[in-house]
């Protein structure tokens, strides 16, 4: 097993010194001390005991605007749906770590904050990918893309920080499908593909079922 680097060490102890005193009464000394480490050895690594606690998300962006850049995806949607994944991957990278961040973050207001404006880091770049792959789509639409996106991603990385999901990956992927049929382009009506499908319970009787058909019919007629 590899040695723990400065850095893994500096942020063990201080996970473990804001569990035990909490994070306003920590200081960078604190921290630096209970790694071993000097003073000048922190500031190496880390601008203040908030980098501590957050992964380092000007390199996690680029990364993931490199994605998008090289992407072959026909869709904005899609390219911007893959490249929300290494977001992911990122956080399950650094396993219990991450977990100990979601905990500190839901307790601490002020962290909380520069997560949410993390967040929002990723969702404004997304939009102006999508804003610009996509010029037919309105700025409204551009917005409502990105949100979903993350909205969705965050979705699943909760379950996952609080241990509710056995496979992140796998839901992600699911989300993201979902995220991109909600944008699909739909037929004018029911006549638009040549096909309406309507699905109902055998057992429903006929006077149940006929009502409910007409009313789609009706609903779905072109003007």
Partial sequence: ??????????????????????????????????????????????????DVI????????????ERLRSSANGSALTAVADAVRLVLLHYLDEGELARRRYALTSTVSALRDREIASVARYQRLFREFIAERMPERSALQA???????????????????????ADPVGEVDEAMRQVISLFAPRPDGPGANGTTVIAFRSGEPPETVLPAIQHLLETNRPS
């Fill in 1 to 50: 097993m590899s040695k723990p680097t400065a850095r893994d060490r500096l942020a063990e102890a201080a996970f473990d010194l804001f569990n035990e005193r909490g994070y306003e009464q920590t200081t960078v000394d604190d921290i630096a001390e209970r790694a071993g480490l000097g003073r000048a050895t922190f500031f190496r690594h880390y601008r203040s005991k908030e």
């Fill in 54 to 65: 957050f992964p380092d998300h000007d390199r996690l962006l680029a990364e993931v605007r």
């Fill in 143 to 165: 917005e409502l893309m990105a949100a979903a996106v993350a909205s969705a991603h965050n979705h699943v990385l909760r379950r996952w920080l609080r241990g509710d999901s």
